[in-house]
Structures are given as structure tokens and as C-alpha cells.
């Protein structure tokens, strides 16, 4: 027998999902005027160009859960959101590579490079986690796509 505590921490982390999308949707909304002042009409820079992959990608991440995801599209969907997640994880290393080299200049490329490493280990162990799992489409009423893990005898055990 289904156990319906499941289906319920799946209702509740739909409805958590839609509303991070609904922020998302908001922010970009109420700034983008700002977007179009301070980004579109200067000429094009590194920073300006890290700003709006970090902003669009972000916009991307939140609404693909609430694309209609039939069997088919579903892994290609989650393989997209995989894909935003490691890309966001690397916007937010060199993000903070970038901060901290200007706050040490003697040590910039050093500094730079310590920090962009540290930051992107998340991308490796999220990458390895990504290797070993699979999307599943569940059914109605939810209609969501899910990772489930496959994580090699040796390391599942305890």
C-alpha cells in the first residue's frame, strides 16, 4: 500500500516551487526597468554579461518545473534543469572569485584561482549525483518530474 505522506511532501513541495517561481517572476518584473537602464543601454561588459546569465538562468531554473512535462519531455527537462544548476553554481564561483581577488590585489590570480576551486566542488559532487540518477514522470494528480538516485552498491551503503 502507497504510503500518502509521500504524496503529501510532494503536493507540499509543489506548492513551495510555484511560489519561488512566482518570486522570481516578480523580481524580474519590478527591476526590469532598472535591467534596461543599467545593463541594456551602457556598452556591453564582463560584469554586465555575468549579471544577466545569473538573472536569466535563474528566470529559466524556476519555470521549468511548471512546464507540462509529458513521459518523453521529462528527462529532457530535468537534463536542462541539471544543466542551470551546475551553470548557476559556476556563476556563483567566479562571482565570488571575482570579489574576493579585488580585495586582495598583491594576491589577484592566486586569490582568484583558490577561491573559483573551492566553489566549484559543488559542481563536482552535484555532477556525480546527476551521473547516477535518472528523471521519473509521476502521475496525476501531480504531474511532476522527479530525480531518483542510483548510487553505486559501494557508496549507498553506510
Not at 36 to 51: C, D, N, Q, Y
Not at 82 to 105: D, N
Request: overall charge neutral; charged content about 15%; glycine content about 4%.
Amino acid at each position: 500500500m502507497p504510503d500518502p505522506t509521500e504524496d503529501y511532501d510532494l503536493l507540499n513541495a509543489s506548492y513551495v516551487q510555484t511560489a519561488v517561481t512566482a518570486l522570481v517572476v516578480y523580481e524580474h518584473i519590478i527591476t526590469l526597468s532598472s535591467e534596461i537602464t543599467m545593463v541594456w543601454r551602457r556598452r556591453p561588459t564582463v560584469s554586465a554579461a555575468l549579471f544577466l546569465s545569473i538573472r536569466y538562468c535563474l528566470l529559466l531554473q524556476a519555470a521549468i518545473p511548471h512546464v507540462g512535462a509529458g513521459a518523453e519531455s521529462c528527462n529532457v527537462l530535468m537534463k536542462l534543469s541539471e544543466a542551470l544548476a551546475i551553470v548557476g553554481m559556476l556563476q556563483v564561483a567566479i562571482f565570488s572569485a571575482l570579489r574576493t581577488s579585488v580585495l586582495f590585489p598583491r594576491l589577484n590570480y592566486i586569490i582568484f584561482a583558490v577561491v573559483f576551486v573551492l566553489g566549484a566542488v559543488p559542481v563536482a559532487t552535484l555532477s556525480f549525483v546527476l551521473a547516477h540518477s535518472h528523471a521519473v514522470l509521476l502521475g496525476p494528480p501531480l504531474d511532476i518530474c522527479q530525480h531518483v538516485n542510483e548510487f553505486p552498491h559501494k557508496i549507498a551503503r553506510k
